[in-house]
């Protein structure tokens, strides 16, 4: 029997995947979670691995379709903000996985940055993209 015992807070049992998804469409993942930091993501992909749990990450859930039996296993979103955050230093820009593209180019652009514009449009976060 799977267990995510001390990831009470942040697992959910057959979550609705159309909340998540930008066509409001599909059945429930087995499992889904929104890990509020790093180590706390390690860990429960650890306890995933552990009991063969199979692991799949959402983005911002744009341009996916899920199927209306839903998902076995974990689905993992990363929508905390240590997740979201966008750094700049210099002329570099570092973003998590769950930053919004249209931030990212957004931020860029604001710090004097170039090199992103071809991603103006793109729905989604880096992560997904």
Known sequence: MVSFKGFEKIVRQNEPLAMHTWFQLGGPAE?????????????LVQR?????VPVRVLG????????????????????????????????NVTAGSGALLGRVVTTSVYNGLGGLEGLVGIPGTVGGA
């Not at 499992?31 to 860990?43: G, I, K, M």
């Open 60 to 91: 911002q859930g744009s341009n996916i379709l899920v199927r209306d039996e839903g998902v076995p296993g974990m689905v993992i979103r990363l929508s905390a903000p240590t997740f979201t955050e966008i750094k700049v230093e210099g002329c």
């Open 48 to 52: 995933c691995r552990e009991q063969d």
């Open 31 to 43: 499992f889904f979670a929104e890990p509020e930091n790093p180590d706390q993501l390690v860990a």
